[in-house]
């Protein structure tokens, strides 16, 4: 049958012999008709091949079993993961997941934000970028739980779901050093990021002072980003002020690929001469050559947690506490043991 020849409620009343209230009753479990009746009505709708509308039962319902999910961006091998693990905690429970791209940018969040409201989400996960007080107001006003991973809320009672990225940071340069590593650099996106660019820098920092090497600032590079072309203005940058560098942090799994292409066009060797240490844990890592040594944020089992929290809230109606993921350390060969 084809999209104009579907049957409709009305199609299903008429068959049945009852009014197209009894037949919504019926659809939405409500009462005042006989077993009898619904059978009747039931085995019509088998017949007929009616497919009620899952939006249209929401508004009865209040329910639309399904949840909003807010991405800066979903071409990256992160969002890719994340939602992975949300799809999985989601299809489990018998919803479904609408994917919205912001770019990060606040006005279009907004009006995502509106789309989801008139969509009757039961739930929100925020990733990737920062929650603001603004966006947060909205939520409550659509009066649906919010959980925010890998990422942080200005709203403190926001629940999150995020690895230590200061204590991550850190112990990927006592890795480094641990292997006898003492011209460490790092290559990050901007110490203005508070998500990922400053917690990180400190991680570096805290690991590199308590191990009694001095700080010096402009053994830290950045550019505007953390994608692989900001890797290659950061490392350069690095290089020339610093070439006796034997190892490197970087901060993300790209930034730490880039590093490894850029110190192979300057005809340095990675890991004999140079070591890299990469932060994300994509499958991105994987594929480097050599394989990346990283540490890792576990994103889709983070994406899942982060879901399954979420639907705790739903059910009981409280807030969730949050978590806060345990990284863990991946050794393949872009590391040299010194």
Same mark, same amino acid.
Request: hydrophobic content about 45%.
């Given at each position: 049958m084809n999209r104009l020849n579907r049957p409709t409620i009305k199609d299903v009343a008429r068959e049945a012999n009852v009014s197209i209230a009894t037949v919504s009753r019926i659809l939405n479990n409500g009462d005042g008709y006989s077993q009898k009746t619904k059978q009747h009505v039931l085995q019509t709708i088998e017949k007929l091949g009616y497919s009620p509308n899952a939006m249209a039962r929401g508004l009865i319902n209040k329910e639309s079993n399904t949840i909003g999910v807010l991405f800066p961006d979903v071409s990256g091998l992160i969002s890719a993961e994340l939602?992975?693990?949300i799809e999985e905690a989601a299809h /489990? &429970? @018998? !919803?479904? *997941?609408i994917v919205c791209k912001t770019d990060s940018d606040g006005h279009k969040t907004l009006d995502i934000l509106r789309l989801l409201q008139e969509k009757q989400v039961e739930g929100i996960i925020f990733t990737s970028q920062l929650l603001t007080k603004e966006f947060a107001a909205f939520i409550e006003k659509m009066a649906v739980p919010v959980i925010t991973v890998s990422s942080y809320s200005e709203e403190k009672a926001i629940p999150s779901v995020r690895v230590d990225d200061e204590l991550a940071s850190y112990d990927a340069v006592r $890795? /480094? /050093?641990k292997h006898n590593h003492t011209e460490i650099g790092m290559i990050s996106g901007p110490p203005t990021d508070l998500l990922a660019g400053a917690p990180r820098i400190r991680g $570096?920092? &805290?690991a590199i002072t308590e191990a009694g090497l001095p700080w010096v600032e402009t053994k830290v590079a950045w550019d505007s980003g953390f994608y692989f072309e900001h890797g290659q203005m950061a490392f350069n940058k690095l290089f020339d002020r610093h070439p006796q560098l034997t190892a490197i942090f970087a901060a993300s799994d790209e930034l730490a690929v880039s590093a490894i292409s850029c110190a192979h066009e300057r005809g340095i060797q990675v890991p004999d001469e140079l070591s890299v240490i990469g932060y994300d844990g994509t499958k991105l890592a994987r594929m480097s050559l050599p394989a990346l040594t990283v540490i890792s944020q576990g !994103?889709? %089992?983070? @994406?899942?947690?982060? %879901?399954?929290l979420l639907f705790q809230s739903i059910e009981s109606g409280n807030i969730s506490p @949050? %978590?806060? *993921?345990q990284h863990t350390l991946i050794e393949r060969k872009s590391v040299r043991k010194k």
């Open positions: 939602l992975q693990g /489990l &429970r @018998g !919803f479904s *997941v $890795y /480094l /050093l $570096y920092k &805290r !994103f889709e %089992a983070m @994406g899942k947690e982060a %879901a399954d @949050g %978590a806060t *993921v």
